[in-house]
């Protein structure tokens, strides 16, 4: 598996709502841009092969890049797929959406949930939001948050952009009731 280019992104918000964020909230995401494996092909009935060749080799990469670049203990994650535009959702859906991608970075991150995620097909400098939510607990409200990517030159027509995304905390300055007041 050969990517072109691997972006890392890290935000840090130091204030929100006119009230200084005390730690400073972090936020990182690294994504790769990779060859996508059935653009330009027509139809591909069978997307299996091409999940097989590269999810687990992009998880690998990514997972422990995410980790190292949030530099914190991780406590929401998300996941994207970014198609270009000769390839469809579906492609990038394959790669992220499999326990080959999924798992290294549940297993480096000690998450029990699943990874929410975003696909979406666009031109190169799309801007498109992860999704993130606690990595144990799916319903504590806290941690419900996206970040804003774009890679200027991502996705080219037959690539995809691959990206995890990981928070040091949830979002700075939340105060909404648990969801478990509402049961």
């Known amino acids: 598996m050969n990517y072109r280019k691997l972006v890392t992104i890290v935000e840090e918000t ?9 730690p400073a909230a972090r936020v990182a ?12 092909k027509g139809f591909v009935e069978d997307l299996g092969p091409g999940i097989e060749s590269i999810a687990s080799d992009l ?3 990514l ?6 670049a949030l530099g914190s203990p991780l406590e929401a994650f998300g996941k994207a797929a ?23 970075f549940r297993e480096a991150a000690n998450a029990t949930t699943l990874l929410p995620a975003v696909e979406k097909r666009g031109p190169a400098g ?22 804003e990517v774009r890679v200027p030159d991502a996705p080219h027509p037959d690539e995809m952009l691959i ?7 949830g979002r700075p300055q939340q105060r909404l009731a648990a969801f478990s007041s509402e049961q």
């Open 163 to 169: 990206a995890l995304a990981a928070s040091a905390q």
């Open 63 to 68: 997972a422990p890049r995410v980790i190292e």
């Open 29 to 40: 995401v690294v994504a790769a841009v990779v060859a996508n494996p059935w653009a330009g």
């Open 59 to 61: 998880g690998a990469l």
């Open 82 to 104: 970014i198609v270009g535009l000769n390839g469809e959702i579906e492609h990038g859906s394959g790669i992220i959406h499999t326990l080959k991608f999924g798992n290294h």
């Open 14 to 22: 130091a204030e929100e709502g006119g009230r200084p964020v005390e």
């Open 126 to 147: 799309i801007v498109f939001d992860i999704p993130m939510k606690h990595y144990t607990d799916a319903t504590t409200r806290s941690h419900h948050q996206t970040v």
